[in-house]
């Protein structure tokens, strides 16, 4: 049987346009924008749990959110975003 893996990308803009739908990273500068949009998302190879999270914590960071907000939400809008490949290994 083949073998097969996951990937999963986030195109930066997909992710400026989540934080435009949803008003998140308001707080932040440019170069920590740019940050969040190229370095923890775009030019990643293969995003894990471990960063879709990383970038969730840095877009609360950055953004005044309701009290009811959980990074497990936006986690969840950040992984909805992502575009999944499945490769032959």
Partial sequence: MKQYKEIRKIRASALRQLCIDHDWYTAGDNDEYEHLLFDL?????NLSTADIV???????????????CTIESVAFEVARIANVFFEEV
């Fill in 41 to 45: 998302a775009g030019h990643k190879e």
């Fill in 54 to 68: 990383e970038i969730a914590a840095d877009i609360m960071e950055h953004s005044e959110l309701d009290d009811d």
